[in-house]
């Protein structure tokens, strides 16, 4: 049986950083834990462990007074209820491939 430390859940992380270098660093954050949909928007699946070490090394580059980063939960039905425009997967598409 997983701990519940190793259960994973959808997150949608999104930021908005005022400097050039803390923005180039966030993202390559955000890349190593999610997918981007948008160029400030992830879908992540994380466990309490890497969510905790995501916000960690977020809380590491960005600048509270300047930056912000939200970190908003989704269930698996608001995954499924997603639609989308364009030439990116939906987020229901990417992960299906994550979900256990």
Same mark, same amino acid.
């Given at each position: 049986m997983a701990s519940p430390g190793s259960l994973r859940a959808a997150w949608l992380v999104a930021y908005d950083i005022a400097d050039a270098r803390r923005l180039r660093r966030v993202h390559r954050i955000c890349l190593r834990f999610g997918n981007a949909l948008q160029e400030s928007v992830f879908l992540c699946q994380l466990s309490t462990e890497e969510l905790g070490r995501m916000q960690a090394a977020?809380?590491? @580059?960005?600048?509270? @007074?300047?930056d912000t980063v939200r970190y908003q939960p989704i269930c698996a039905s608001d995954l499924r209820r997603s639609l989308h425009l364009g030439l990116q997967p939906s987020p229901a598409a990417q992960a299906s491939a994550w979900l256990v």
């Open positions: 977020m809380a590491r @580059v960005m600048n509270p @007074v300047h």
